[in-house]
C-alpha cells in the first residue's frame, strides 16, 4: 500500500529526514517511536504534502500512485488521513459542514454524488457512536473552545467518516487521559479492518496497549534504526532510547 | 499583432467572467437623453416622470446646492477625476407605459431579470418575495403589487408613488437625508431617477420579505436610485435589495440614498447585498458606489436593523446609519465588505443617540485580499439626553495575502455620563495550519477559503433572510476566487 524509499526532507536547509525507508501493507498497523526531534511528525507532515518542508530526494508510492506529485487534497481524497498532533480551531465553520464538505468533495472524486441530507446525517449518528463522540461537540465550530481530548477524538470522528485507506495518527495518544485514551483506541481499533492500515507515531507504549502493531520502529536521527515486532514497544519503556543510542553510535 | 490582442482580450474576458457572472450587456432598445448636467436636464428628468412640482422644486433646490460643494476628501479612499458633465443621467429601456400584464413585458428584459436569478412571475408565489426591478433609470415591474395592497401596504416605484402617493412623499422625503447632506446625496436629490417606495400602515406585520433588484445596463449613464420606507406604528417589514452591472472598462457612477423612518413600536430591517461589477483583475473599471443610507427611529421602541454584504464596486462609500431620537429604540448595523484585486472600500456606519435607554450593535467584519483596501470608519454619539445609551462595537478584519491593507477609524462622541460605549478590534490572517488542516481533509485551498471566510462572516450571514444567506454565502466564496496562491 505505502512504500516509501530513502526519503530526505529538508526545513529551512536542515535535514531533518535522512533517507527513510518503510513498507506498509494492508491490514497491518506500525508502530514509530523514537526520541523528540527524530523526525517522526515531519515524516507524517511530509507525507501529507506539508509544503513547508522540501524533498531532496527519494520516492513515496501510495497504492502504486506517486504520493509526492499529488496535491495535499487529492493524497486525502486517495485515502491518506492524518490525525493531526495539534488539530487546529477553525472559528464559525461547524463541523457538520465542514466534515459534509470533506466527504462530499471525496465522493466527487471517485465519480460519486453527493450524500443527502439524511444519509449525511445517518452516517454522522453511526460514525458518532462508533468513536463514542458527543452530538454537541458535531454543532460547534470545528475544534473551537474544544479540550485536548475532545480534539482527538474529533480526529478519529472524521476518520470514521472518511474511511481512509492509510490513517497516519500522529501522537494522537499525547495529553489524553485514561479514559479519553481508551475511547480513542477502541475507536481506531473498530475502525481497523483487513483492507485498510494504521501508523501510529508515538513516544509511550500504553496506547499500543489498546492498538497492538504487527511492527514497531524505531526513528532516530532522520532514519529507521531499528525494526522489529510489539516486543519492541515493552522494551524501550523499560529501557528508553539510550540503549538504541549507543548501539547504533557503537 | 490585431489578431493577437483580440485573442488575449477574449481570454482575458474568459478569465474575468468566470468571476463576475452578472457582467452581460442586454441588448434592448433604451432612451436616453444627452449628457451632462444642468437645470434643464434636471427639468427634463422632471418632466419625463410626470413629476408634481414640488418634487421639482426640490430638485432644483438640490441641484443648486450641490453646485457650491467639493467632493469630500476625508475618506481613506484614492478616487479619480470624476468628469460629471460626461454622464447621462437618465437612461430608460423603452416599453409600453403600461403593462396589463407580464406578457407585455418586453421579452428581452424578462429575461435578462431570470437570468440574474429574479423572477418577475407573480405566479411564482413560491418564492414569497415580492420584488420591485429597477433597470437603469426605471422601475421595471414590481410584483405582488395586489397582494400587498390587500394589507394596505405599498410597495412600488418611487416614480409610480409620486404620482399616487405624493402626501406621503412631501411629508417624508429629505427628513432623514437633507437635500444638503452630503455632496452625493444632493447630487442624487437633484437627478435621481427611480427607486421604491414603501409604507407599512399601523399594526401590519409585512407578510412577505420586500426586495429590490438594481440593474445599471447602459453604458456611460449613472444610477442614481432613492428608496424611501415608512414603518408606521406597530408594523414590521423586512426589505432587501441586491445590484449588478455589466462588465465595462469605464467606470460608472452610482449614487444612491435611502431613507428609512420606523414610528413607535415599528421594525425595519434592511438587507444589501452589494455585487455592482467590481473592475478586472488590475483595476480596469468597475462601479463608483457612493451611497447615503440612514434611518430613524422616530417613535419609542422603535428598531432599525441594517445588513449589507458588500462584494462588488471598485470604490465603495457607504455608512448606512441609524438616529436613535424615540426612547428604548435601538439600532444595528451588520457589515461585511470584501475588497479583492484593486477595490477599495470605506464602509461603517453612525449610531446617534438621542432618546433614553437607546441601544445600538456594530458587527463590522472586513475582508481584503489581493491589492484591496478596506476601512470601517464608524461614529458613535452619546448625545445630552440620552441617558443610559449602551453601544456595543465589534470590528474584526481578515486579510488574506500580505499586499492588501485593513484600517480601523472608530469616532466616539459621548456627551452624557450614563453611556457606556465598547469597542472590540481584532485584525487576523488566513493561517497556513487552517488551510492545510482542509487540504487533508480533502478539501481544496479555493474552497478551503470559501469555508472559512463564511465562517469568519456568519455572524453578519445569520442576519440576513435565509434565502439571500445562500446567496451571500456563494458570492464571498466566488469574490475571492484566485485570491490566494
Redesign the interface.
Known sequence: MLSIKNLKATVNNKEILRGINLKVEAGEVHAIMGPNGSGKSTLASVL???DVFQISSGEVLFNGKNLLDM???D???EGL??S?QY??E?????MV???R??VN??RK?KGLKPLAGSDFLKMMREKQELVEIASKLTNR?VNEGFSGGEKKKNEIF?MAM?EPKLAILDETDSGLDIDALRIVANGVTKLRNKDNAIVLITHYQRLLDYIVPDFVHVLYNGKIVKTAGKELAMELEEKGYDWIKNEIEK | MKGMDSEKDNILNEVTQNDYKYGFVTDINTELIDKGLNEDVIRIISAKKNEPDFMLEFRLKAFRHWQTMKMPGWSHLKIPKITYQDIIYYAAPKQKPVLNSLDELDPELKSTFEKLGISLDEQMRLSGIAVDAVMDSVSVKTTFKSTLAELGIIFCSFSEALQEHPDLIKKYLGTVVPYTDNYFATLNSSVFSDGSFCYIPKGVRCPMELSTYFRINAANTGQFERTLIIADEDSYVSYLEGCTAPMRDENQLHAAVVELIAHENAEIKYSTVQNWYPGDKNGKGGIFNFVTKRGICKGDNSKISWTQVETGSAITWKYPSCILKGNNSVGEFYSVAVTNNYQQADTGTKMIHIGKNTKSRIVSKGISAGFGQNSYRGLVKITKGAENARNFSQCDSLLLGDKCGAHTFPYMEVENQTGIVEHEATTSKIGEDQIFYCNQRGISTEDAIGLIVNGYAREVLNQLPMEFAVEAQKLLQVSLEGSVG
Request: aromatic residues 14%; hydrophobic residues 35%; glycine residues 6%.
Open positions: 501529507a504534502g506539508r496535491s495535499p487534497e493524497r486525502s481524497r488521513f492524518l493531526f488539530p487546529v477553525i472559528p464559525g465553520v461547524s459542514n465542514f466534515i464538505t470533506a468533495e471525496h472524486y465550530s472524521q472518511l
